[in-house]
């Protein structure tokens, strides 16, 4: 059975190609789809040069794939497009099963970033293609900055009020994701990827104050005082709009659902928010 990842180049492609190997997929039936012949050197695995734009380079670096592990784009706003070509392109080439990696809840959330996945996920279960979809929650890792901020300032500044956000780190979702690739029975199944635990932010300040060493506060904020603060920085009104709104959705428990799917997946908890913390 061959495997080709799309985003190869990327922090999660990357890793799930590691998690094929490691789970015994050899590596002439792993194929590294990426943009740039560049950043694929010194893969351990057979490469492709193909972006999201070119359907033809795409049929080719899927001919002769069984699966194809969809890493959902990084151009926000072009991914419906982007991932249109990578499932004509599968079908084209005669892949059997797309495993796509979508945002959680995606057919219902208002969570912003999530249409895209939503369009997605339409388009593969439209496609006759077999798929499976993990929806991935919040990636511990996004909070690098957060974590930055919080060691010069001491405050962490959300309108998240006491919102929950059940995440886990990138490694956890590559490795769900190589084991639903490289495992049996998950045609036409949705996974609601996450870590075991939901943190508010009261308690995720509390775990960057342990893991720096230094007191750290959350400052809880309402969207109009988050919005005016943030402005008042001198972030642009996108960016305000942005923030405070994924703010707005993890307030409204978009991300709170915390799941069994991941760690039944890979067989192990998934990694303590306060370990992840401490490798950023
Ligand atoms: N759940 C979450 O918290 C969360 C957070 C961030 C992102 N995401 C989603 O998860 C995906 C994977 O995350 P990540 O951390 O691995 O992101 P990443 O490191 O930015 O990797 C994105 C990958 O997509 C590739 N790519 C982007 N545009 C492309 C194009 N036009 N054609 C071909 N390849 C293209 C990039 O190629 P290059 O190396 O050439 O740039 C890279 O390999 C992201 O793309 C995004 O959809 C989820």
Redesign the pocket.
Known sequence: MTIAV????????RLIVEDLIEAGVAPDQIVAV???AE?LAGLPVRTAV????DVAALTAAFEGVDTLVL?????VG??VP?HTNAIEAAKAAGVTRVVY?S?PHADTSDLLLVPEHRATEELLRASGLAWTIVR????TE?YAQTVAQARETGVILTSTGTGRVASAS?ADYAAGAAAVAAGEGHEGRVYELTGDVAWTFDEFAAAVAEVLGTPVVHQAVSADEHAEILGGAGLDEGTVGFVVGLDQGIARGDLADATADLRTLIGRPTTPLAETLRTL
């Not at 193909?50 to 734009?53: C, D, I, L, R, V």
């Open positions: 799309t985003g190869a180049t990327g922090q999660l492609g990426g943009r740039s950043r193909a972006s999201y734009e890493v959902s784009g990084s151009e072009q991914r982007q990696t945002a991935n929650n919040w990636y996004n990138r």
